[in-house]
């Protein structure tokens, strides 16, 4: 190829291109529909105002959370480190085993709607484990990258916020 027709030739390529990463560009669903599906937890901080981060519930903790079309919710978290109960029978805990299941789980599950501007999700919240959340309304900043859901929520007893990473599960 010579170098005429290579320099009719660049328009069309880039002409092409353009097409391309327009068409695909194009092609990017929704976060509404980005978020749909089940995911499983990577890890749930708390950030401090100063950066620092602590796992909320342990470093490896095991989580849920379903989003359906129809605008339902369920999210689950736990520490993965919980003792099992002496006695083994789940409403027969001892006052310290209760504790431990109290401070190391959390599920809540409702309706939610996505704001596609802010990249927010408005949870209402039906039922939670925390019975301070049942009926609440709360709101998550969140981003989707690949497989991957971060959720962020301001924590005003720290003055940070909360960050939960979960992975599409397969």
Do not use: C
Request: net charge neutral; proline share 3%; charged share 20%.
């Amino acid at each position: 190829m010579n170098r005429r027709d290579f320099t009719f030739m660049l328009p069309i390529i880039a002409l092409g291109m353009s097409l391309l990463v327009g068409r695909a560009l194009g092609q990017q669903k929704p976060l509404t529909e980005q978020l749909l599906g089940t995911w499983t937890l990577v890890s749930h901080e708390s950030v401090r105002a100063d950066g620092t981060r602590t796992p909320v519930y342990g470093i490896n903790p095991k989580g849920i959370a379903f989003f359906d079309a129809s605008g339902h919710f369920i999210i689950t978290v736990m520490r993965a480190d919980r003792a099992k109960y002496a006695i083994d029978f789940s409403t027969q805990g001892t006052a310290d085993e209760n504790k431990a299941t109290a401070q190391g789980t959390m599920t809540y599950f409702g309706t939610y709607s996505v704001d596609q501007a802010d990249h927010t999700i408005a949870l209402h919240i039906e039922g939670s484990s925390f019975p301070n959340w049942n009926g609440a309304d709360q709101k998550r900043v969140f981003a989707i990258a690949e497989d991957q859901l971060t959720l962020t929520a301001r924590a005003l007893q720290t003055g940070g916020y909360a960050e939960v990473v979960w992975k599409r599960a397969n």
